[in-house]
């Protein structure tokens, strides 16, 4: 197992090294990583950017905007959060394991005289209160998962950056209910900076991973992340891309996330439809089920039907082919 210690805050930067990490670092079959960004909202693969963030507080305060290559919702960032992310080569369902890969803060707290515990889909939470939440992005037998922990985060610009617009369409499925947040600082019987709290997890980690290495990028790798820092993930096309404009337009909550669908249908058949939203799948290229359904008649029938012959499980993870079809056509 190696593990890397990101000196930089800038979020396009650590982005693309947690990309390089997962794609290109193969030979190694753990890699433990901890970084820290500047204020900044780091948005899901799937998500549409302008309707999770509010926008005009967003430009006025300076605060960036970067997608992730991982699914799930927008989380903010700043200088007294703390990011980890695990990589590891292991086979996945579609059933994505978050629990696992959450237990070294769990311990890590727990050494610092402070019970949290996994909840819900993905959260970590003292008390009720959320103080993590985490994401995954699987390929090829080789899994990334990585946590942003509420250290001494300000609040106040969290909410206001996330305040996103109502959704326009009511959905009958059942609800998400944003979670009550909470700093792990309060809760700490000595109060430590987020340096010393990320210096912890790392020691914790050592000790569980005796053989843990820190690893040195050469020259060569450190242009190449730095590439691809500038030309994808501080590029507008792939933070923001175009706004989708579609004739139906519908959001829904489920269980295991929201699903928005933009969809444009003529003479009642899909002639092209788009997915965003805070799902999971171990393949993160929807085109094959946005494929299938071109040319698909816009009745429930045939939407179901046309879903059915694919595994949409390998998408939209957690997920039934009833819902797939309630989210598209009601």
Not at 208 to 219: C, G, H, L
Not at 235 to 255: A, C, D, K, M, V
């Amino acid at each position: 197992m190696i593990y890397i210690i990101s000196k930089s805050n800038k979020p396009q930067y650590n982005i693309a090294l947690e990309e390089y990490c997962f794609k290109k670092l193969l030979n190694h079959e753990k890699v433990f990583m901890l970084w820290i960004n500047e204020p900044t909202i780091v948005v899901g693969k799937h998500q549409n950017t302008l309707e999770e963030i509010n926008a005009e507080y967003v430009r006025e305060n300076h605060i960036n905007v970067v997608r992730r290559i991982s699914g799930g919702g927008a989380v903010y960032h700043d200088h007294n959060n703390l990011n980890y992310t695990i990589i590891s080569n292991e086979e996945k369902g579609s059933q994505f394991d978050f629990k696992s890969f959450s237990e070294p803060v769990i311990e890590t707290l727990k050494e610092l005289g402070v019970e949290a515990s996994f909840t819900g889909r993905n959260d970590l939470v003292i008390g009720g209160q959320k103080i993590c939440g985490n994401a995954q992005a699987y390929i090829n037998g080789r899994i990334m998962h990585h946590g942003c922990i509420l250290f001494d985060t300000n609040l106040g610009v969290l909410s206001k950056a996330l305040e996103v617009p109502k959704d326009l369409i009511d959905s009958k499925s059942v609800k998400s209910v944003r979670s009550a947040v909470t700093n792990i600082l309060p809760h700490l019987p000595r109060k430590i900076t987020v340096e010393e709290f990320s210096e912890t997890i790392l020691q914790h980690m050592k000790r569980k991973f005796p053989d843990m290495q820190e690893y040195v990028f050469s020259d060569e790798e450190l242009a190449e992340i730095e590439r691809v820092s500038q030309d994808k993930f501080s590029s507008w096309e792939w933070n923001y891309g175009h706004s989708p404009q579609f004739n139906i337009t519908l959001t829904t909550r489920f269980t295991a996330g929201k699903i928005q669908v933009f969809a444009t249908v003529k003479n009642s058949v899909i002639e092209n439809i788009k997915f965003y939203g805070t799902f999971f799948g171990n393949n993160g290229d929807l085109s094959p089920v946005e494929n299938a359904l071109k040319g698909v008649r816009y009745t429930v029938e045939d939407v179901h039907s046309a879903l059915e012959s694919i595994n949409t499980a390998e998408f939209f993870a957690g997920f039934s082919v009833e819902e797939l079809t309630e989210a598209i056509i009601r």
